[in-house]
């Protein structure tokens, strides 16, 4: 059994035990949280898809951590202009452990 949930505009597969990341999001570690909009739900007697959601299913998932990915790095150049800049950027991201979808 497993569900398609929205965190911070983007789209995750959530099954449970499992885990995944999401961009940041204002917990702590240890808190558990809901996900309300679960856009498809499998389960072992079909398919059932939202029209945007599906009614009545939440996620419900515990903070693991809070951690900071890999740095990248965004260059500008102007050629013949002597131009150069380097930028770093690390993004910020929680990961969620999935503990049970709910249907009601």
Do not use: C
């Not at 809901?34 to 515990?62: C, F, M, R, S």
């Amino acid at each position: 059994m497993y569900a398609i949930v929205e965190s911070g505009g983007r789209q995750y597969r959530a099954e449970e035990g499992h885990s995944f990341s999401v961009e940041k999001l204002p917990y702590e570690v240890g808190e558990q949280i809901e996900l309300n909009n679960v856009y498809l739900l499998a389960q072992e007697d079909g398919i059932q898809v939202g029209q945007p959601t599906v009614p009545d299913a939440k996620v419900k998932a515990t903070v693991v951590e809070q951690y900071r990915g890999k740095k990248i790095f965004v260059w500008k150049y102007r050629p013949r202009k002597r131009y150069r800049r380097r930028q770093g950027h690390r993004q910020y991201y929680t990961r969620l452990r999935v503990d049970e979808i709910v249907i009601k």
